[in-house]
């Protein structure tokens, strides 16, 4: 049984990340997708709900679960013995640092945790949650970016009422 992670903040989730789940999903028996919980960052939605919106957006797909971490993602990849990561890569900022922290994990893990890049589709190269986050706090139309129960959600946090018929 191929068992693979994909830790992320999601805060909150998109379009962009929901490819990768149901990508990650169709290569492996088993995704784990892991909010990654930093204190440091601030966020503008907790935990639970972007879990719960990641539950939500994941229900079609049954080999999907959520969890949450607080630490370094090799840490619950110990914890669970699981040996591989998924990252979605995106236009050419990515590449970099994904590398980067692809090889400190591999080398920094006791099980040689490999991380496996799945190129972002085409239109979602140039969207990110901070992306998303910007045009929503201005009221713009962010359908086309994150599903619409999540556009609703950030439309309330940020002060706007319900736009849509
Ligand atoms: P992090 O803060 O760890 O980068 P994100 O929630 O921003 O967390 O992203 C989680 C993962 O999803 C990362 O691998 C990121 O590259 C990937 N990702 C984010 N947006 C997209 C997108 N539009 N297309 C493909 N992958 C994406």
Redesign the pocket.
Same mark, same amino acid.
């Given at each position: 049984m191929k068992t693979a992670i994909y830790?992320?903040?999601?805060?909150p989730v998109?379009f962009?990340?929901i490819?990768?789940i149901r990508r990650g999903s169709e290569i492996f028996d088993r995704l784990i997708v892991v909010v990654?919980h930093n204190s440091t960052k601030q966020s503008l939605f907790d935990v639970e709900e972007r879990v719960k919106m990641l539950q939500r957006v994941s229900a079609e797909f049954p080999n999907v679960e959520i969890d949450v971490h607080d630490a370094l993602a090799i840490e619950y990849c110990r914890e669970k013995k699981v040996h591989t990561i998924v990252?979605? $890569?995106?236009a050419i900022t990515?590449f970099e640092y994904?590398l980067q922290v692809a090889h400190v994990n591999r080398q920094m893990s006791e099980q040689n945790v490999d991380t496996v890049f799945l190129s !972002?589709?085409l239109k979602?190269q140039y $969207? !990110?949650?901070s992306i998303a986050k910007e045009f929503a706090r201005y009221g713009s139309d962010i359908s086309k970016l994150v599903p619409d129960f999540v556009a609703d959600r950030m439309r309330e946090v940020y002060g706007f009422k319900e736009q849509r018929g």
């Amino acid at each position: 049984m191929k068992t693979a992670i994909y830790p992320g903040s999601f805060d909150p989730v998109t379009f962009g990340h929901i490819d990768i789940i149901r990508r990650g999903s169709e290569i492996f028996d088993r995704l784990i997708v892991v909010v990654m919980h930093n204190s440091t960052k601030q966020s503008l939605f907790d935990v639970e709900e972007r879990v719960k919106m990641l539950q939500r957006v994941s229900a079609e797909f049954p080999n999907v679960e959520i969890d949450v971490h607080d630490a370094l993602a090799i840490e619950y990849c110990r914890e669970k013995k699981v040996h591989t990561i998924v990252r979605g $890569l995106r236009a050419i900022t990515d590449f970099e640092y994904e590398l980067q922290v692809a090889h400190v994990n591999r080398q920094m893990s006791e099980q040689n945790v490999d991380t496996v890049f799945l190129s !972002s589709d085409l239109k979602y190269q140039y $969207l !990110s949650s901070s992306i998303a986050k910007e045009f929503a706090r201005y009221g713009s139309d962010i359908s086309k970016l994150v599903p619409d129960f999540v556009a609703d959600r950030m439309r309330e946090v940020y002060g706007f009422k319900e736009q849509r018929g």
